[in-house]
């Protein structure tokens, strides 16, 4: 589930995508960077962006708010590309912005909200809260679903 040590803390990357602020596990992040122009694919997903270079790795980029549905991204200055390391495979994710590594206790997770079978929330781990801040805790393997994964490998192909 997340990285915890041996005091039963777990730390997470914490980022925002519209007015929400979630939490994925620090473990999983690679490196943070500042958006840059894609290499745009043809018959992809429109959540894919495009694939850049990094430093000889090409890594595709997954915008997490069209995958997710919360609206039309902007891009700009603030703009971020999380990139993680998922199942062997380094994949980018387009977020809003990050702020800050979070750590929580197993006091400060409360489990996800059941809401039904309306809406699949079988990616939140729970939600984390800290003083007034309240973190949307993702299981970034699960949000990558194997759809993704696969279009990941078939790039790397």
Request: charged share 20%; net charge negative.
């Given at each position: 589930m997340?990285?915890?040590?041996?005091?039963g803390?777990?730390?997470?990357l914490a980022f925002t995508m519209g007015q929400e602020e979630y939490g994925l596990d620090i473990i999983k992040v690679q490196e943070i960077r500042?958006?840059?122009?894609?290499?745009?694919?043809?018959n992809t997903p429109d959540y894919f962006k495009g694939v850049i270079n990094l430093r000889g790795v090409i890594v595709p980029v997954i915008?997490?708010?069209i995958k997710l549905g919360l609206g039309t991204p902007?891009?700009?200055q603030f703009?971020?590309?999380?990139?993680?390391?998922?199942?062997?495979?380094?994949?980018?994710?387009?977020?809003?912005?990050?702020?800050?590594?979070?750590?929580?206790?197993?006091?400060?997770?409360?489990?996800a909200p059941e809401m039904g079978s309306a809406v699949d929330a079988g990616y939140l781990i729970g939600l984390g809260t800290l003083d007034q801040r309240m973190l949307i805790l993702v299981d970034i393997e699960r949000l990558m679903s194997?759809?993704?994964?696969?279009l990941v490998h078939k790039l790397a192909a």
């Open positions: 997340s990285a915890q040590s041996s005091t803390v777990s730390e997470f500042g958006y840059e122009a894609v290499t745009r694919l043809a915008d997490m708010r902007t891009y700009d703009t971020i590309v999380i990139v993680l390391s998922i199942r062997g495979n380094t994949i980018g994710m387009v977020v809003d912005s990050v702020s800050d590594v979070t750590t929580l206790s197993p006091e400060q997770i409360r489990p194997s759809d993704d994964i696969g």
